[in-house]
């Protein structure tokens, strides 16, 4: 649930509550931006639709090649947006209210790529009509095994593949793996002052010391103007760090190389306090229009981020594992729960047809996380089945209505989960398995199993535990309904959310599968 400004949450359930929508266009190379606002005179919003959910809300397909999630129908009459072409740029759409004369929209809201535009025309006005993918969707459109040689894997018995479910969804949403790494520590003096770290030696497009790459970016003891260096063949605007062990009493300034010198990177939105908060972490910024190439000690050349650092107080460098550079595309793990299972380790095989999407899907059932998007990428976070209260209430006689409601209760399919450490497939019983049903529906329908492989699984109790991970989540996903309400600007996928219909006496509560904003 995203945090609203009190008078937006206070605004947006009145009847007589006045919309307002603020639109953000920005080019790939974010050399060109625009802004469309309801409050313009003239307004050219005339419509939008927009569709958010666990794995990619959608409005309609195209051609069964992807599915649109936004639409947005843009005012052409005088016909100033004829000649303009917006494939290609990032759109944000920022939802919000006159809240008691200011106009208010919810936080960090999540990019859309605009992938088709069209010209519609007929008598009396033309419009302008653009529309937008997700993440996600763009995430299905991306092969993991784009480079050709052996299929990529995780946890299938190879010694560089072995990944729990918070590095495979990083590997899977958080863009390219850094070209190019290094360390400048000026206490050293050349040619030691730099130190490389090649993470590009790789096998099966696993480095080579697989997800145990663990490497000092800074000095053990840093000190102003150390910095780390990262480096891609092409620009992006976020960093995916994963911080495995936290630094301490250290400022970091990130800049980048415009050419001629270094200049701080603006926009920052620094997640990882400069490296000295553990877990998975982003750093995002506003892509530079004037970022140009460099060489760092001999390296070739690419477009470089440098972390320096420009304060210090009794300072430790921690140690971070693998760097992921994307545009758009970035990963963080928000919570840290004992619950989550984060740590679990699936198996996943793929083939030359399988997208980043997919993997993150399957990664994602052997925990209990669940993904939303944010204006730096996917985040996710835990998903806790006794979660109470509710992030949200609709009700007939509350402070939020509801227009209509349905609810679907059925039979949980499969019933019994039985967890494996390895494959039956090979002919070798697993060492250790474990098991989990759902009594309720077991007693209505009969034993339905399935069994499902986790490379992670360390004795038959920890089976048993993996097992009813995979039945809680099941059991997430079983009643489900639908609800029109007044639009609510807060609400992700995800939210825990009641509704208390008097008109049937019944009061339910659920997860948000998706989200139709219009």
Excluded: C
Excluded at 159 to 176: P, R, S
Excluded at 275 to 288: I, Q, R
Excluded at 324 to 339: I, P
């Amino acid at each position: 649930m995203r945090t609203l400004h009190a008078d937006l949450t206070a605004t947006q359930k009145l009847a007589s509550a006045t919309p307002y929508i603020k639109l953000e266009l920005d080019s790939r190379d974010r050399a060109t931006s625009e802004t469309f606002e309801t409050t313009d005179k003239p307004n050219r919003i005339l419509s939008v639709q927009q569709a958010d959910g666990r794995t990619g809300g959608f409005i309609f397909d195209v051609s069964e090649q992807y599915y649109i999630s936004t639409v947005v129908q843009l005012q052409n009459s005088d016909a100033s947006l004829s000649g303009k072409d917006y494939r290609g740029y990032r759109l944000k759409v920022n939802w919000g209210f006159d809240a008691f004369g200011t106009n208010r929209v919810a936080p960090n809201a999540a990019p859309y790529i605009i992938i088709q535009q069209r010209q519609l025309s007929e008598e009396g006005q033309t419009v302008l009509e653009l529309r937008a993918v997700s993440l996600w969707e763009l995430a299905r459109l991306i092969p993991v095994n784009g480079k050709g040689g052996a299929m990529i894997g995780w946890n299938t018995d190879v010694a560089d593949d072995t990944a729990t479910v918070a590095q495979i969804l990083q590997t899977a949403l958080a863009g390219q793996l850094a070209l190019n790494i290094q360390r400048y520590d000026g206490s050293e003096a050349p040619p030691d002052d730099y130190v490389v770290f090649d993470p590009t030696v790789t096998i099966r497009s696993v480095p080579r010391d697989g997800y145990n790459f663990n490497v000092a970016v800074l000095p053990t003891i840093p000190a102003v103007n150390d910095a780390v260096y990262l480096g891609l063949d092409k620009t992006f605007d976020n960093i995916s760090w994963h911080v495995r062990v936290a630094g301490t009493n250290t400022t970091i300034t990130w800049e980048y190389y415009n050419g001629s010198s270094w200049a701080s990177l603006t926009g920052i939105t620094d997640n990882t306090n400069s490296l000295t908060t553990a877990g998975f972490h982003t750093v995002k910024f506003d892509k530079p229009t004037d970022w140009a190439t460099t060489s760092v000690d001999g390296s070739t050349a690419y477009y470089f981020v440098r972390g320096r650092v420009t304060a210090v107080a009794s300072p430790v460098g921690g140690l971070v594992g693998l760097v992921y550079l994307g545009h758009d595309f970035g990963f963080s793990l928000d919570t840290d729960d004992a619950n989550q299972a984060e740590d679990n380790k699936p198996v996943i095989i793929t083939d030359a047809n399988t997208n980043a999407a997919q993997v993150a899907e399957a990664a994602l059932k052997a925990s209990r996380l669940g993904l939303i998007i944010r204006d730096d990428g996917f985040h996710a976070k835990y998903i806790d089945s006794t979660q109470a209260p509710e992030d949200y209430k609709y009700d007939l006689d509350g402070d939020h209505e509801f227009y209509v409601h349905t609810e679907t209760v059925p039979a949980l399919i499969p019933n019994k989960i039985i967890a494996v450490s390895s494959d039956p497939i090979t002919g070798v019983p697993p060492d250790f398995d474990g098991e989990a049903t759902d009594a309720t529906s077991i007693g209505k329908i009969g034993i339905i199993p399935k069994v499902v492989v986790d490379a992670s699984i360390t004795n038959d109790a920890d089976a048993a535990t993996k097992a009813q991970i995979v039945i809680d989540n099941l059991n997430e996903n079983l009643a489900h309904g639908e609800a029109e309400v007044p639009v609510n600007v807060g609400q992700e996928p995800w939210d825990l959310v009641e509704v208390t219909d008097d008109r049937t006496s019944r009061s339910i509560e659920g997860r948000v599968t998706q989200l139709i904003f219009y």
